[in-house]
């Protein structure tokens, strides 16, 4: 029977955080110093043993019976064997290697899982971006050429991880492009010979594993297919297992919905947009009374709506330097298991700031407050996240639908009322938030704030709602939830949507 830990072993996450990625190459701009220090220094050390060796002339002088060659031979033998001695001292090499064990320990090093779990980030941004196998072996994403292409080696690495993690086309089309890329050496070594006839032979016993954990997914009770909620479970698979039951047609069309959405593809035709204006949304402050907030109404109904240019840029450095050495893998909470669990639904590193951690933190939440009408008093903590390579978080909802579950309140103290997500830096490709449910995408920007109610006037949670975070295709993202659970008793939405009123 599958394991719900299946899904997530052998796949790091030193990946999934641009930060952790960028402090690795910090460190090894050091240790690339340290070796090329240490190159100069031996390649004057061989220079000495060349230089020692070179000056024997053996067979060509008289060293017993010519006394300046015995002379000669005898200071060879005393002053310069000692700088040969020297030179095969391993002083130096013990040095190098004690400098890069105490930058390992001080370091987030990432190991083989970490390597899995960055070849398995390359199979879902293939996936979700119609990247094609050619592409991405060549090193080439939107014309972005990577350092190196992919070998027969790194293909078969990504298919075992896709098959690991039930990506099973992907994986027999990437187990295909090894082969085909070992098949294209001549003339093959035995031993890439005997890597092609092992390979083939393995694809009936995939076939067949296929078949199998497909099979006892399908045949198990709800008890075990409850255990797979919240893990990210590739659409493919699941319409295998869920075959037939209510819902599997919904999750495919909105996993449809997202792939199209993440690719800026139009789902709606453009009168969909008609009377979405930007505009001013006046604040509770008398400041900005006077300086409105800028607003683009991305949606009607629900109410979702970006705030342009309510962040400063130091503003958004500040949090991102008290977050980072908070960052933490991402989990996964069940509300009604109140498990905690990794998931290759969301992929990324998070941090949590809470008020008083520094004023600029407690600026925006006032900010928020003067935005909003809202109280952020009983809000929870600032949920800072970082992606890295094909960081992600599937469809999800904010809300907790309290009315309809039994579940803990505390220490939520509610339901999540409103959602407010400030984007802290631009995302070169990918990284969208799209609502599949409504068709509609909004690009990450730096210093702009999305905001929408999770709730209906009733109480009720508002599944029309159901958002997503597209994987980051190029570069890395940073953004700062914020959830408020009550009305503030200022709450008031002066708006002027017409720019010239």
């Known amino acids: 029977m599958l394991m719900t830990s299946d899904l997530t072993v052998g796949l790091g996450d030193v990946h999934t955080s641009a930060v952790t990625v960028a402090q690795l190459v910090q460190t090894e701009h050091v240790v690339i110093d340290i070796l090329q220090d240490y190159i100069t220094k031996e390649e004057n050390r061989l220079e000495a043993i060349k230089r020692y060796v070179e000056s024997w002339e053996e067979g060509e002088a008289d060293y017993v019976n010519n006394p300046i060659n015995s002379y000669l031979f005898l200071r060879r033998l005393t002053q310069e064997y000692h700088t040969v001695l020297d030179a095969l001292h391993h002083t130096t090499t013990l040095d190098v290697r004690s400098n890069l064990t105490l930058l390992r320990e001080s370091t987030d090093v990432p190991v083989e899982a970490d390597v899995n779990g960055a070849a398995y980030a390359l199979v879902k941004l293939q996936d979700t971006y119609n990247l094609t196998l050619d592409d991405l072996v060549e090193g080439d994403i939107m014309g972005r050429k990577a350092v190196h292409v992919l070998s027969a080696s ?56 296929r078949n199998l954990v497909t099979k006892m997914a399908r045949d198990s ?27 599997v047609n ?19 035709p453009p009168e969909a947009f008609f009377g979405l204006k930007c505009g001013y949304v006046f604040g509770v402050s008398s400041y900005h009374q006077l300086m409105p907030f800028k607003v683009e109404l991305v949606w009607s109904d629900p109410i979702i709506i970006v705030y342009h240019d309510v962040l400063t840029h130091t503003e958004m450095a500040m949090v991102k330097h008290i977050s980072t050495p908070r960052l933490a893998t991402t989990m996964i909470h069940s509300f009604t298991t109140h498990e905690v669990r990794k998931s290759l639904a969301r992929v990324g590193k998070t941090a949590w700031v809470r008020r008083g951690d520094d004023v600029t933190v407690d600026k925006v939440l006032a900010r928020i407050e003067d935005m909003t009408g ?39 103290q509610g339901d999540r009322l409103a959602t407010m997500l400030f984007y802290l830096n631009d995302v070169e490709a990918g990284g969208s ?8 995408g909004v690009p990450a920007r730096a210093g702009s704030a999305l905001f929408w109610f999770n709730l209906k006037r009733s109480g009720k949670g508002d599944y029309r709602t159901v ?7 190029l570069g890395e993202k940073w953004i700062a939830n914020l959830w408020i659970h009550e009305w503030g008793q200022e709450f008031r939405w002066t708006c002027t949507l017409d720019p010239e009123e």
């Open 154 to 209: 790194d293909c078969f690495r990504l298919a075992q991880q896709s098959f690991n993690n039930l990506e099973f086309e992907l994986s027999e089309m990437w187990y295909e492009k090894g082969l085909e890329l070992l098949h294209a050496r001549q003339p093959l070594t035995q031993e890439e010979l005997d890597k092609i006839d092992a390979i083939t032979r393995q694809q009936a016993t995939r076939s067949m594993m």
């Open 250 to 268: 919904q999750v495919k069309q909105v996993d449809e919905l997202y792939r199209r959405l993440c690719r800026g593809e139009d789902i709606l």
């Open 221 to 247: 009770d709800d008890v075990v297919h409850s255990k797979f909620s919240g893990l990210g479970l590739p659409t493919s698979f699941q319409q295998q297992i869920y075959e037939g039951k209510d819902g």
């Open 467 to 473: 958002h997503a975070a597209c994987p980051v295709l």
């Open 433 to 440: 938030t799209v609502f599949p449910m409504l068709g509609i």
């Open 374 to 412: 809202l109280t952020t008093q009983t809000s929870e903590d600032f949920h800072v996240l970082n992606y890295g390579i094909g960081g992600h978080y599937d469809a999800h909802v904010d809300f907790f639908d309290l009315q309809n579950k039994s579940l803990d309140k505390d220490p939520h």
